[in-house]
């Protein structure tokens, strides 16, 4: 994972975990039946549903829409970053980060060229507010959603807003500042290019609509089922199929989002259960991490942003979060599990699978980032965050 490419040939995160996933079948490291078991259903059926979504807005150009509305309203450079960092932020909170990826790299650009300010600056913005501000939710990115279903949350969108919200805020202007500090000269005032108008297809608004409504509705019915003490049948992969029922149902279009998924992600989860499961039993894992280790929340961050750098977050949290939970599993290890391993995606580029999306939709108009240009800001900007989450976790659990 960490390399991708072998002389002309770049080789895709999921056919890695693919292949090390046949490798143990094929070697008998672990059995069928065992490997079948170990395929999380509900994570499955959840990121099924969150990608029709995610597609339908992106296919149907509401989210283009809606965010070039957002940015009209940027009245000079800071406002722009700004806008970025925060409103890019929620987004990914809600509808995952790679999908915001996909869609804000070419409005980015685009901005960029508006108002003349350096490409590089706001793809390192984008980058930066999709990886941070999916800290703060259990459908935020794939990582945290692991998090939340393992570990069986009563109520898992209140628990990560209420650990998790200040510092990921506080994590967000933090990166503001040191975009500023980095790129001191893109921050003057400058003339603007005017706005063009943003294709749309009204076909699929009011599905998109629908779908966003009902992840809206049903967090909150699912919320208010905790507060009150009743018992919640509101599940995660009920919402997001849910949300993907209108478009699934009704839109004329629907064979051609179902075709346009990431249906690479869907493999590469199911191949990273079978290949997790059966590095958790040989026990391989656990032999190299001390058992007194982990109660210790900046142990947990620390090495969370670390290991994730070599074997991706998601992987990571697959096979640290059983150790946590069989060592007791406080509330505040696992917002540390979930707010460190979303973070090393700002340490560098194979941090996040997100990333990676930015930088080839990026090339694709000529532009890019090199590892360097990223690790540049990257690097600062994570180990600040790291101080953040860990005060905020320390006051937050006394």
Known sequence: MAVR??????IRIWQVMLGGAIAVLLTGQIALSDALRAINIDVMVFLFGMFVVGEAMVDSGYLSCEAYRLFSRAKNPDQVVL???????????ILMNDTIAIIGTPLVLALATKWKMSKKLLLLSLAIAITTGSVMSPIGNPQNLL??????????????????????????????????????????????????????????????KCSLAIIFLLAVM????????????????????????????????????????DWPTLVFFAAMFVLMESVWESGFFQSF?????IASVPFILGSSVIISQFISNVPFVALFQPMILQ??????????????????????????????????????QG??????EFARVGVPVTMIQIVIYWVWLAVVTG
Request: with cysteine.
């Open 83 to 93: 806008t970025i960092l925060f409103a890019m932020g929620i987004l990914s909170a």
């Open 327 to 364: 060592a007791g599993g406080t509330t505040a290890q696992l917002m540390a599990l979930a707010a460190g391993s979303t973070i090393a995606g700002n340490l560098t580029i194979l941090g996040a699978a997100s990333n990676v999306i930015i930088i080839q939709n990026a090339e694709k």
């Open 5 to 10: 490419q072998v002389g002309r040939f770049t």
């Open 289 to 293: 991490v001390d058992s007194g280790s």
């Open 147 to 208: 998090v939340a279903v393992n570990s069986g949350m009563a109520s898992p969108f209140l628990t990560f807003a209420a650990w998790l919200i200040v510092p990921t805020v506080v994590s967000l202007f933090a990166a503001f500042i040191a975009l500023r500090l980095f790129y001191p000269q893109e921050f003057s005032a400058r003339a603007v290019e005017p706005d063009t108008a943003v294709p749309c297809d009204d076909s699929l608004f009011f599905l998109t």
């Open 222 to 261: 699912k919320i208010a089922f905790s507060l009150a003490g009743i018992q919640n049948p509101v599940s995660l992969p009920l919402i997001a199929l849910a949300a993907a029922a209108p478009v699934l149902l009704f839109s004329p279009r629907r064979f051609s989002v179902l075709h346009a998924i």
């Open 367 to 372: 532009e890019t980032l090199t590892f360097f």
